[in-house]
């Protein structure tokens, strides 16, 4: 059995795909959390907040 996480945008809260342009990358504050980014967030610069650290940036 594989678990399977929706994978969510941490800007608009959509649902993202990594075939559609969507990035992954970890806080650069912690580095405890990945976020997913999708393409649209990604080109505007929308921001994203941590859950585990707090930490807000684009
Ligand atoms: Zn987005
Ligand atoms: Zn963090």
Do not use: D, L
């Not at 806080?27 to 990604?42: A, D, G, L, Q, V």
Request: aromatic share 12%.
């Amino acid at each position: 059995m594989s678990e399977i996480k929706p994978q969510i945008c941490a800007s608009c809260g959509k649902i993202v795909s990594p075939e559609k342009g969507a990035v992954k990358f970890s806080c650069p504050s912690c580095h405890k959390y990945t976020f997913w980014r999708c393409e649209m967030c990604r080109s505007f610069s929308n921001t994203y907040k941590c859950p585990v650290c707090n930490f807000e940036g684009p």
